[in-house]
Each structure stands twice: as structure tokens, then as C-alpha cells.
């Protein structure tokens, strides 16, 4: 009898287990699927469960000239990397600052880059808008690129006050002991060691950039359009195969860049972030 109670208990526990991890598994995969079938459904209509007609029509719609995909895919990958190019200048030497230098209320100064992410974005982009507006900045890549960098240098700051803060000062001295000034020490050893997680950050900040929709919206319509902005455009369509293909797109460079930093980022540079 007892060993039969321990047979049920197992196998309950094996059931259970298995039920949460389908669950978990179509919570996850489920909407990718339907993203996929949206993607290559030519005719979909209620009450099917399937689609009726699959294809590579909208496929050839989305990559033609007039369909501007390319187009909006490019301004998506040159906003991302300018974005990218401005909060590292600022990340470096902010980030190296933060972690190397005995800077009065620095906890304080950390939470001021997360400021961005506390506040609610709707009122801020609208407000953004309306002083881009006045300066000329409305409209143009400038102005778009400034209005992501506003979210990405919350990571980038952080991860490289992080990475700064994890290479070891031992290293430092010793090249210095040796002769080294402090610009040689910086390039030819911290700044290496560091690099992993620089490469994170920025890793972090053109994903972000890329699937950066409202403020775009707000201070780029329409003169710069995003495949952000296309998808947002096809779906309020209706158009669900053109919404689903430029979300692909969207999902594609952002599982792979993901895969490195995992790679990239380390335990020890998780660890020193926030201290």
C-alpha cells in the first residue's frame, strides 16, 4: 500500500510538472504560432481554424519597392545603431565614473537614469513632441534618435558601471606599476576587460531602439517611419499578413542578439550592477 501511495505520488508530481511546463510552453509559443500563420495565410476567414490558402503572396507584397518594408527596416537598423553610437559616448565615460571614481551620492545618480522608466511615456513623448516641434527637431532621425537614447541609457549606464566595476583594479596597478599612463591603462586594459559587457549594453540598447514604438510616433510621424510604425499600420489595417511578416523581422535580429548576451554578459558584471 505504501509503495503504491509513493507510485501515485510520483506520478501525480510528474503530471502536475508536465501540465505546468504545456502551459508555459503555449503561453510562450503559442502566439509565435499564430504569428507564423498569419504570416503565410493568404485566405483566413471564421470559423476556421486553420487557414483556408497559404502562400508567399504577402511575403512578395512586404519586400516590393511601394511596400516600403525595406525602407523602414534600414531607418529602423540606422536609428538603432546612431542610438546606440550616442549612449555609449555617454555610457563609457559615465559608467567608468560611476564605478571607479568616489563620486558623492552616486546611488542617487544611478536612479536618476531610471527616472525614464518610472515616469509614464505617453505624457512625456507628448511634451517631447511639442518642444522638438519648436526647435526643428520634429520630423527628423536626430530627434528620434534622441528619444530612444532617453530609454537606452538606462541600460547602458548601468551595464557599464556594471562591467567597469568588475574588472579588477589589481590589473590597473599593475600596468601602471610598469609605466603605463592612465589613458594607456584604460585603452590597453580596462577597457578590454570591460568590453563584454559594453558589448551587452549595446546589445540591450539596439534592441530597444528597434522595437521602439511611441515615441517614434510621437516625434517622428510622419516623415520617419520605423518597421514599428508599419506593423502598428497594418494592423489598425487589418492587414494581419503584412502586421505578422514585419513583426517577424522585428523578432528574427532580436532572438539572435539575445543568444549573444547571453554570451556576453557574464555572472560576475550581473552581480556588480546597481552596487
Same mark, same amino acid.
Given at each position: 500500500?505504501?509503495?503504491?501511495? @509513493?507510485?501515485? @505520488?510520483?506520478?501525480?508530481?510528474?503530471?502536475?510538472?508536465?501540465?505546468?511546463?504545456?502551459?508555459?510552453?503555449? /503561453?510562450?509559443?503559442?502566439?509565435? =504560432?499564430?504569428?507564423?500563420?498569419?504570416?503565410?495565410?493568404?485566405?483566413?476567414?471564421?470559423?476556421?481554424?486553420?487557414?483556408?490558402? &497559404?502562400?508567399?503572396?504577402?511575403?512578395?507584397?512586404?519586400?516590393?519597392?511601394?511596400?516600403?518594408?525595406?525602407?523602414?527596416? &534600414?531607418?529602423?537598423?540606422?536609428?538603432? %545603431?546612431?542610438?546606440?553610437?550616442?549612449?555609449? #559616448?555617454?555610457?563609457?565615460?559615465?559608467?567608468?565614473?560611476?564605478?571607479?571614481?568616489?563620486?558623492?551620492?552616486?546611488?542617487?545618480?544611478?536612479?536618476?537614469?531610471?527616472?525614464?522608466?518610472?515616469?509614464?511615456?505617453?505624457?512625456?513623448? /507628448?511634451?517631447?513632441?511639442? $518642444?522638438?516641434?519648436?526647435?526643428?527637431?520634429?520630423?527628423?532621425?536626430?530627434?528620434?534618435?534622441?528619444?530612444?537614447?532617453?530609454?537606452?541609457?538606462?541600460?547602458?549606464?548601468?551595464?557599464?558601471?556594471?562591467?567597469?566595476?568588475?574588472?579588477?583594479?589589481?590589473?590597473?596597478?599593475? =600596468?601602471?606599476?610598469?609605466?603605463?599612463?592612465?589613458?594607456?591603462?584604460?585603452?590597453?586594459?580596462?577597457?578590454?576587460?570591460? #568590453?563584454?559587457?559594453?558589448? =551587452?549594453?549595446?546589445?540591450?540598447?539596439?534592441?530597444?531602439?528597434?522595437?521602439?514604438?511611441?515615441?517614434?510616433?510621437?516625434?517622428?510621424?510622419?516623415?520617419?517611419?520605423?518597421?514599428?510604425?508599419? $506593423?502598428?499600420?497594418?494592423?489598425?489595417?487589418?492587414?494581419?499578413?503584412?502586421?505578422?511578416?514585419?513583426?517577424?523581422?522585428?523578432? &528574427?535580429?532580436?532572438?539572435?542578439?539575445?543568444?549573444?548576451?547571453?554570451?556576453?554578459?557574464?555572472?560576475?558584471? %550581473?552581480?556588480?550592477?546597481?552596487?
Amino acid at each position: 500500500m505504501t509503495d503504491g501511495g @509513493t507510485w501515485a @505520488t510520483r506520478w501525480s508530481r510528474h503530471i502536475a510538472r508536465a501540465a505546468v511546463i504545456g502551459l508555459l510552453a503555449f /503561453v510562450i509559443f503559442g502566439p509565435l =504560432a499564430n504569428l507564423l500563420l498569419w504570416a503565410f495565410a493568404e485566405r483566413w476567414y471564421f470559423p476556421g481554424k486553420l487557414p483556408q490558402e &497559404i502562400g508567399l503572396k504577402f511575403w512578395v507584397q512586404v519586400f516590393q519597392p511601394r511596400g516600403n518594408a525595406v525602407q523602414s527596416l &534600414i531607418t529602423s537598423v540606422a536609428i538603432a %545603431l546612431l542610438t546606440v553610437a550616442f549612449c555609449l #559616448a555617454v555610457a563609457v565615460p559615465a559608467g567608468y565614473a560611476l564605478a571607479r571614481l568616489k563620486l558623492p551620492w552616486r546611488g542617487f545618480i544611478l536612479m536618476l537614469f531610471l527616472l525614464p522608466q518610472a515616469i509614464p511615456n505617453l505624457p512625456i513623448y /507628448v511634451n517631447i513632441a511639442r $518642444m522638438f516641434y519648436e526647435v526643428g527637431l520634429n520630423g527628423t532621425v536626430f530627434g528620434v534618435v534622441l528619444v530612444h537614447a532617453s530609454h537606452g541609457l538606462v541600460l547602458a549606464v548601468w551595464i557599464a558601471s556594471a562591467a567597469f566595476a568588475a574588472v579588477d583594479e589589481q590589473f590597473e596597478q599593475a =600596468a601602471r606599476n610598469m609605466g603605463a599612463g592612465p589613458w594607456r591603462c584604460f585603452a590597453t586594459i580596462t577597457l578590454p576587460l570591460a #568590453a563584454p559587457g559594453l558589448i =551587452a549594453s549595446a546589445i540591450f540598447v539596439f534592441l530597444e531602439s528597434l522595437d521602439e514604438f511611441t515615441g517614434t510616433y510621437f516625434v517622428g510621424v510622419p516623415d520617419v517611419i520605423t518597421l514599428p510604425l508599419l $506593423m502598428f499600420n497594418a494592423s489598425m489595417g487589418g492587414n494581419y499578413q503584412i502586421a505578422s511578416i514585419t513583426a517577424l523581422l522585428l523578432l &528574427i535580429p532580436s532572438i539572435g542578439f539575445m543568444l549573444l548576451v547571453e554570451r556576453f554578459l557574464k555572472a560576475d558584471v %550581473l552581480a556588480m550592477v546597481g552596487r
